[in-house]
Each structure stands twice: as C-alpha cells, then as structure tokens.
C-alpha cells in the first residue's frame, strides 16, 4: 500500500486536543470536519485531503472512551507481503485486526489488501487485513465502526 504514513500519523495527532463529540463514523470527503457539529473533541475545524485512490473514515466519540478512530485504504494498494511489529495486545482474536490474539512486540505478516487504523489513546497506527474486500468508503468506514467496537469492549 502506498500511503503517505507521515500524512496519516499528521492526522491522527491532529485529533487529539479533545472536548467531546459526534458518535457515528463519517467518511473522509475533503470537507472541513466542524468542531462543533461533527466532531466537538478537535479544538478547531480540520480538513483532510485524501491522494486520488484513498478513502478515510472517521469516528468520534464522546461517550466511552473520549477518543477518535480514523482509519484509510488505498484501492490500489500493496498486496506484497509486509511484516509489522504488534504494539497493542488483548485485541479478541476475531476481530480482523492484523494482531489479533498477539502480544505486544510480536511480528506479523500481511498478506494482500490492508487497511491502516489508529485512535487518539496512544497514536498506535496498526494494520488490518481487508480480505477481499475492495478499498471503499463503505469498506474503510465499516473497519472503523469495527475497531470502534473492539476497542471500546476491551478486545
């Protein structure tokens, strides 16, 4: 996949001044995200401009956690194999995450289609394993609203 890691590691720091916030995963479209409406933890408005082929979903939520979920895919991506180094762990086995029932340090290889997720606790950026599945907006923001869940259940 080739992403720009810096611009997404940008974003996600971009997140993380934080009030409270809108809860239902929005994509990624060029328009400003409001820190009033859409997202009240951003200490101002923020615009995310995505490269052609690059879709991004948002999430976020001031209810459990206080934090932001942000992941993108590229629809053109790597499907070479790639190797990561987990840095989260008690991530439920089923979840789809690429360090799903690892401990922190392990290595793992992707294979084929990926997705980058990331939350505002921490900054860890990890990879997710799309399957088959083509990188959409529906695709990215599905994956978000799931690693939503298994963050916010403890998995």
Do not use: W
Not at 127 to 143: E, P, S
Request: net charge negative.
């Amino acid at each position: 996949m080739k992403m720009k890691p810096l611009t997404l590691v940008a974003v996600v720091a971009s997140f993380m001044f934080f009030g409270q916030a809108h809860a239902a995963t929005q994509n990624v479209d060029g328009t400003p995200i409001s820190n009033v409406d859409d997202c009240q933890m951003l200490t101002a408005n923020v615009t995310v401009r995505l490269s052609a082929g690059v879709s991004g979903a948002y999430n976020c939520d001031d209810t459990a956690n206080q934090m932001l979920y942000f992941g993108t895919c590229h629809e053109a991506g790597s499907r070479a194999d790639r190797e990561y180094k987990c840095k989260t762990a008690d991530i439920a086995a089923d979840s789809g995450h690429l360090c799903s029932g690892k401990a922190v340090d392990d290595v793992v290889t992707l294979t084929g289609r990926a997705a980058f997720l990331g939350n505002s606790n921490g900054g860890v950026i990890s990879g997710l394993n799309l399957d088959a599945d083509a990188c959409t907006d529906t695709t990215i923001a599905t994956r978000v609203t799931s690693y939503k869940s298994d963050i916010e259940s403890g998995q």
